[in-house]
């Protein structure tokens, strides 16, 4: 089992930038995809980005590609989300998580019912 606490979120400007990050405990979080998940006030929660085993593979939402990146540091067992060119619309809940699949790293890992271990989210605010 792992247990994951998100850190970093908060109120920013339209245009700002701010870099979320996921704290795994437990073990062998290398074997783990990790992933953001988004949820805005009134709406279901979507997937943000997500990463492979080791880093080499990502997928983004179509929403936030070009604006935001995920890394990860098995050594440190963190995951990163750097958001830049924050919009107002990217105001959300967010949250990490951790995944036990194990098969082809594909695009059907962006569905939340993939996600086996959920932090408890962290606010982020962007102002207009």
């Known amino acids: 089992q792992v247990q994951l606490v998100e850190s970093g979120g908060g109120l920013v400007q339209a245009g700002g930038s701010l870099r979320l990050s996921c704290a795994a405990s437990?073990?062998?979080?290398?074997?783990?995809?990790m992933g953001w998940f988004r949820q805005a006030p009134g709406k279901e929660r979507e997937s943000v980005a997500v990463?492979?085993?080791?880093?080499?593979?990502?997928y983004f939402a179509d929403s936030v590609k070009g604006r935001f990146a995920i890394s990860r540091d098995n050594a440190k067992n963190t995951v990163y989300l750097q958001m830049n060119s924050l919009r107002p619309e990217d105001t959300a809940v967010y949250y990490c998580?951790?995944?036990?699949?194990?098969?082809?790293?594909?695009?059907?890992?962006?569905?939340?019912?993939?996600?086996?271990?959920w932090g408890q989210g962290t606010q982020v605010t962007v102002s207009s």
């Open positions: 990463i492979s085993w080791r880093g080499g593979s990502t």
């Open positions: 437990g073990r062998f979080f290398s074997s783990y995809v």
């Open positions: 998580a951790a995944s036990l699949y194990s098969g082809a790293f594909n695009p059907q890992i962006l569905a939340e019912n993939k996600y086996d271990y």
